[in-house]
């Protein structure tokens, strides 16, 4: 059921999710059982008097208990350590990093409002602020393989950007900045939905994220072709 | 045969107040309101003097201590048991709770 | 638990009035402490928020000079001595002297009037300035807090009031301790509204 | 037992209007609380089965009336159901019974308790009538949607009243659970110490005092938001150059809405203490563990709430704090759960009604539970955060709590509460019905979550990778039809049995311990006529001595003597 995973880190939150599901999955059905030999066992006609103490066996289920703590604790360790390295670590520290790595990065602002997305590019140059930026309403086009920093703010009221394909989420708070960075690594055409109720039409605030090729999105970038389709049409995406 | 319990009397009927146990020695209290008096008098001179911005400190200060001073003596929390003291604790714990761990949102970013 | 000595299960018959646990803290008093713990939360989150307001608006003191503290003065002044006339009816009332003990609560009562009414009176000057709710941060903030204040003191003038005729047909002291209570509480929150928009 | 020449005590002469309508009986009260909270959850269903059907083909409700419908859902199931069930309802009656108290502490108090949540309730009805719609934000409020009427429809008047009735509601708790506390703590009856209390009674006084403190910040809030959205204040709305924080109100709401969870799960858990230990004929695999476990987890419960806001724009570093806080409070719970279901090791168990909705709530919440988990841990969380997910989460633990705990309570006290009983046949199928229909509603909303489907969607069909799991919607809604056709059925039941069910004259038909057991069923007005119950032992003495009886109550009836009360 989940969305295939396209960014490159993407596989720290799957591995969070496949311990918490699959944990919760084994400890339940363990419980499960239990109740249910129990239920069997000790109905009133098999067992018309309440015994007068707890069968010995059975005592060692409140090991179920030490199970849980330490579920917790491993869950704790995965889940932080991948929350520390989305959120945590500060966005210029993830940039220089990427520069040394040798990765290149491209950065977007993105600007929440009733009911749809403006995404605002840097154009050529890379720079915001100077002639060549441009806007396109719910199309982000990304090149493959470069970091995104996405810079978020809302025009209006709360909304939230949630691109289930990079498994990645992030409110859009009027009055405030916040940042959010992934790493596509798989062309193609992902969803983008809004996940924090904005009003009447929060249902239909979708978008679209379009990955090319890193050449096919320098040639993009120079003349900005603005309708999604066109785009699509033109660098012969397959739906 | 129906008896008819006033359930109205409970006072008398259960943990109702046992004559004269408490204040016995009762605090000084017109002393204490003088005290009170003069530290308010005191707040409102220190905040005269000292620039406004550096006055919080040594005026809350004394708010907490006038404070102090009714809630010891004139509400009697001196001489309470446990669950009431907890019971004027507790409000207190919450406050501290919401002020400090509010505080790194609310103070994140410094308004336009 | 044993009832002086005698095994439980001998016991066939019971006084009335023994057939409880004894706590030996009078009910009246754990609700109305409860009741109260209640308050101070509600008050404690309205001061809370508006300090973590005041510490995120730079420029708060410039707008806290308009306000009067003169009145807010003479308003602290009122309170302590409505303060000092509940301990006096409270002491009173436990000493069953209900005439002493009518008189504080009037005067306690008397107090809170005479605080909403300044209050009154500082509101409508404030007004009259142009310093309305919507202006900034500050004042939003000084309309909220000390408009709820208010409204406490004049529930506590109630209170008082009420307990004033309920104790002329019911002698229970813990009536007047719960008035008392209720105004000392009042009182300890003006100490910090006081400093937080008069003085700094 | 000399309990039953208690029935012939008249009352009493009251006006009718004083003995049914402003009585200020406790069991009366309860009753009033429990039929409220019964209507108010069939008003609930109805609203959740109109945005249902619209879910199954969009275009039923327009975009307005679905929010709103979600949002007064949300709301009427948590402040008008399973509150009042479960801490107004069961705790007015059982409380005074269970300790051997004649009334309440303060009955006057519990009577306007009573008729300032009634009001509130009509209010709540009448914010749907006002001009501009009922309120369509969200049953959590978020500003700056609900604070600035101009960007929401529904938000100037349908707010205020909305906000105005959950005022009314949270002051008729407080006065519900000064109540509680009060009577708990004074007003047991002799013998019966803190350690011999029954688990339902120490669930409905820890439930009162986390409600206590942790209601006020939000009433706080509650008035800030109203000075926004009336008097153009902005607490919670952004302008520029005015300060104004919408992640201030998340953390006052939340900071109320954590601990609120926990407590309507409390009494839950005392009402399946009761019921798995009376059905199972065992005492509680251990007291202390049980009551212990509880209060640490109540007190933490102040310390989880934002784990609603991880990605909401709070600190992050802060939320790694919430997070961990919020998946060790799993760990207090577990311990209760298995003390719960080790309750039965070793019993003979009888499945009544009453036990099978214990035991489906029981094993549905160990679902709850553990989906928690995926929730709890902060970096699953940004992909499940506002997905179905978490609608299925909670779900699996607030219906658990609210519908399968109150309706085995309901089966359980029944006799005592009415004299009469409820058919058997009909309640098992009730049980086994509202089980599948349930699940066949909740189970499937774990697969849209794991899908992505953001919650709150008015259709599905916008977005790309949702259109392909309409079908999945469409099972929901079916399974939601029939759970509400179940529940309406046993509306008539339960009222028709009121009236008319087989009259129980055994005031212990289960054969339990506990002290309520002892009265005449339904108790006369302050309920033990002239006699006491003297407590001797602990409330869960079953399987102690040999084969014949295996139950001993915990108390007995005590002549009282002297002269009566009147002075």
């Keep these: 059921m989940l969305p295939v995973n396209i960014s490159a880190d993407g596989h720290l939150i799957d591995l969070v999710l496949k311990i918490s599901i699959g944990g919760g999955i084994v400890i339940g059905i363990v419980s499960f059982a239990i109740v249910l030999y129990m239920i069997f066992k000790f109905r009133r006609s098999k067992n018309p008097f309440p015994l007068q103490d707890v069968p010995p066996l059975l005592k060692k289920v409140i090991y179920i208990d030490f199970a849980m703590i330490i579920f917790d604790l491993v869950l704790l360790v995965t889940s932080s350590y991948a929350w520390a390295y989305f959120y945590i670590r500060p966005i210029d520290k993830i940039k220089k990093e990427a520069l040394q790595k040798g990765e290149k990065y491209v950065e977007v602002n993105v600007i929440g409002r009733q009911f749809f997305w403006t995404f605002i590019y840097p154009g050529e140059d890379g720079k915001f602020g100077t002639s060549d930026d441009f806007k396109l309403a719910n199309v982000l086009v990304v090149p493959k393989n470069y970091y995104v920093f996405l810079k978020m703010t809302s025009g209006d009221t709360l909304h939230s950007l949630f691109i289930p394909n990079v498994r990645m989420k992030y409110d859009t708070i009027p009055g405030r900045t916040t940042y959010v960075w992934f790493k596509p690594t798989a062309e193609g055409q992902y969803d983008i939905a809004c996940a924090e109720l904005c009003g009447s039409m929060h249902y239909s605030m979708k978008g679209i994220m379009i990955v090319m090729e890193e050449e096919k999105y320098k040639e993009w970038i120079k003349n900005p072709i603005y309708n999604s389709e066109d785009i699509i049409s033109m660098y012969e995406f397959k739906r | ?112 | 638990m044993k009832a002086e000595g005698v095994r439980e299960v001998e016991i066939q018959e019971i006084q009335i009035g023994q057939e409880y646990e004894k706590v030996g803290i009078p009910f009246q008093k754990i609700g109305f402490w409860i009741f109260l713990a209640g308050e101070i939360v509600i008050l404690g989150g309205i001061v809370a928020s508006v300090i973590l307001f005041r510490l995120s608006y730079p420029h708060w003191f410039e707008e806290s000079v308009h306000t009067n503290a003169t009145i807010a003065f003479i308003n602290t002044l009122v309170l302590l001595t409505g303060s000092l006339t509940a301990v006096l009816s409270h002491q009173s009332a436990f000493s069953y002297n209900w005439g002493k003990a009518q008189l504080f609560l009037g005067l306690t009562a008397l107090c809170g009037l005479v605080f909403v009414g300044l209050k009154f009176v500082e509101y409508s000057r404030e007004i009259h300035h142009g310093f309305v709710p919507s202006r900034n941060v500050f004042w939003m903030s000084y309309y909220t807090t000390t408009g709820l204040h208010g409204l406490h003191v004049l529930a506590g003038t109630l209170i008082i009031f009420g307990v004033m005729l309920y104790i002329k047909k019911k002698k229970v002291p813990e009536a007047v301790e719960n008035a008392a209570l209720y105004w000392h509480f009042v009182d300890i929150v003006w100490l910090y509204i006081f400093p937080l928009f008069y003085l700094t | ?567």
């Design chain 2, 1 to 112: 045969m129906g008896v008819k319990m006033k359930t109205t009397s409970k006072g008398e009927e259960h943990n109702s107040h046992p004559k004269g146990e408490e204040h016995n020695s009762h605090p000084p209290y017109v002393k204490i309101y003088v005290g009170l008096l003069v530290l308010t008098v005191l707040s409102v001179v220190i905040s005269a003097i000292v620039h406004r911005e550096y006055a919080p400190p040594f005026v809350f200060t004394i708010s907490t201590i006038k404070g102090l001073l009714i809630a010891l003596y004139y509400m009697h929390l001196k001489y309470e048991g446990r669950i009431i003291i907890s019971l004027a604790l507790i409000p207190l714990v919450i406050f501290a709770i919401i002020l400090f761990i509010f505080m790194p949102d609310i103070l994140s970013t410094v308004k336009q």
């Design chain 4, 1 to 567: 037992m000399g309990g039953s020449n208690m029935s012939g005590e008249h009352h009493r002469e009251e006006s009718f209007i004083k003995r049914y309508i402003f009585s200020t009986d406790h069991k009366v009260i309860g009753k009033q609380y429990l039929i409220t909270g019964i209507v108010m959850a069939i008003f609930g269903g109805v609203l959740a089965l109109f945005f249902r059907i619209n879910l199954a083909n969009p275009g039923f409700l327009s975009h307005e009336q679905y929010n709103a419908f979600v949002t007064l859902h949300g709301a009427i199931m948590f402040f008008w159901v399973a509150m009042p069930i479960l801490l107004g309802g069961f705790g007015n009656v059982l409380i005074p019974l269970m300790i051997g108290a004649r009334d309440m502490a303060f009955p006057t108090l519990n009577m306007m308790s009573y008729w300032t949540f009634f009001l509130s309730a009509v209010i709540l009805i009448l914010s749907m009538f006002v001009p501009g719609g009922a309120f369509s934000g969200g049953w959590t409020v978020y500003p700056p949607l609900s604070a600035n009427p101009e960007v929401l429809i529904g938000a100037k008047w349908g707010a205020n009243l909305f906000l105005l009735a959950l005022a009314f509601e949270f002051a008729s708790m407080l006065m519900g659970g000064v109540n509680f506390v009060t009577t708990v703590l004074t007003m047991r009856v002799r013998g019966l110490t803190f350690m011999r209390l029954p688990i339902f009674i120490w669930m409905e006084v820890i439930a009162s005092l986390v409600f206590l403190f942790s209601v006020a910040p939000l009433i706080a809030g509650a008035l800030m938001l109203l000075l926004d959205i009336n008097l153009g204040t902005h607490f919670f709305r952004v302008e520029a150059g005015k300060a104004g924080d919408p992640i201030l109100w998340q953390h006052l709401f939340w900071f109320f809405g954590h601990p609120e969870v926990y407590v309507i799960l409390f009494p839950a858990l005392g009402i399946l203490a009761e019921v798995f230990t009376t059905y199972a004929r065992r005492p509680i695999f251990s007291y202390k563990t049980f009551v212990y476990a509880n209060i640490v987890a109540a007190i933490l419960s102040f310390l989880v709430w934002a784990h609603h806001q991880f990605v909401a724009g709070i600190n992050t570093i802060s939320a790694l704090g919430f997070s961990i806080t919020t998946v060790l409070i799993s760990v207090p719970f577990s311990m209760s759960l298995v003390v719960l279901g080790l309750t039965l090791a070793g019993g003979s168990i009888r499945f009544t009604p009453a036990f099978l909705f214990g035991l489906f709530a029981f094993l549905m919440f160990i679902i709850g539970g553990l989906t928690g988990l995926p929730l709890g841990a902060v970096a699953s969380d940004i992909y499940f955060h506002d997905t179905y997910f978490v609608v299925a989460h909670f779900h699996y633990t607030v219906f658990t709590i609210a519908v399968l705990s109150s309706l085995a309570g309901i089966y359980h006290w029944f006799p005592k509460m009415f004299g009469r009983r409820i058919n058997y046949t009909f309640g098992k199928w009730h049980a086994i019905l509202t089980l599948v229909f349930y699940n066949g509603f909740a189970f499937p909303a774990f697969f849209l979550g794991l899908a992505g489907h953001p919650r709150r969607y008015y259709s599905a069909l916008e977005l790309g990778y949702l259109q392909k799991y309409q079908w999945i919607h469409e099972l929901m809604t079916i399974s939601t039809v029939l759970l509400l056709a179940t529940q309406v059925v046993f509306i008539f039941v339960f009222f028709y049995s009121i009236f008319a069910g087989e009259k129980e004259t055994e005031p212990n038909p289960w054969e339990s311990t506990t002290l309520e057991w002892l009265a005449p069923s339904p108790p006369p007005h302050l309920n033990w006529g002239n006699f006491a119950p003297l407590v001797e032992r602990g409330p869960y003495e079953y399987a102690k001595n040999g084969k014949d009886i295996d139950f001993i109550p915990q108390g007995r009836l005590v002549k009282l003597k002297g002269e009566t009360a009147e002075k």
